[in-house]
């Protein structure tokens, strides 16, 4: 199973809309892919009790992880690095089962102008150490507020070719 993680919990997001875009890219190459959002946990989700019992809420979130051999991540910029959710998220799914030799596409986006460089290197890291095989090829989108067309598709030429060779490079991977 292939499952985008669309990395904020902030309704209305731009990661949410462009998570969408990736899925509708690789169902017209012919692969299925799931989206997890972070704006869908549980208001409980943020608790002490995560890292004893996790909550019946949390299963599902949990099982989907376990059956994915594949994850995009898409990842806003937030105080120059990325959400704080997200490694919540991370920090949630059990240890190592959750991530161990899988493999994962980063793509990082922002309104300001370096498309989340440093966030998309910060989660590298954690990526290494919860051992998910990186695809070389990590996106950055700068000035996000800019990119989407009235469909909410990305439009911009060398933004779609970007992107594009990204998801096939994730296809093969
Ligand atoms: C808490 C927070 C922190 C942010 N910090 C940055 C930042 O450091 N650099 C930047 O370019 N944009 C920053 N932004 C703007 C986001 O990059 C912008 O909202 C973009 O649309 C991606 O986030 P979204 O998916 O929540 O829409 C921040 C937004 C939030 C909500």
Do not use: W
């Not at 997001?13 to 462009?18: D, H, M, V």
């Not at 959750?98 to 890291?125: E, Q």
């Not at 990590?138 to 009235?150: N, T």
């Amino acid at each position: 199973m292939i499952t985008i993680i669309s990395g904020t919990n902030r309704p209305h997001s731009n990661t949410f809309k462009l998570a969408s875009y990736y899925q509708q890219k690789l169902m017209e190459k012919g692969v299925a892919a799931h989206i997890l959002s972070l704006a869908d946990l549980s208001a409980d989700f943020i608790s002490s009790e995560m890292y004893k019992s996790r909550s019946d809420t949390f299963q599902p979130y949990q099982d989907r992880v376990m059956a994915t051999e594949k994850f995009i991540f898409v990842i806003p910029e937030y105080n120059g690095s990325f959400p704080g959710i997200l490694k919540t998220f991370v920090d949630a799914c059990k240890f190592p089962d959750s991530f161990f030799n899988k493999k994962a596409a980063l793509v990082g986006l922002s309104s300001g102008k370096y498309g989340n460089i440093r966030g998309v290197d910060h989660f590298t890291g954690v990526c290494h150490y919860v051992r998910l095989n990186v695809l070389p090829l990590r996106i950055h989108i700068p000035h996000i507020f800019q990119e989407f067309d009235a469909d909410g598709n990305l439009y911009k030429e060398d933004t779609v070719r970007f992107t594009d060779e990204q998801i096939e490079e994730f296809i093969r991977f």
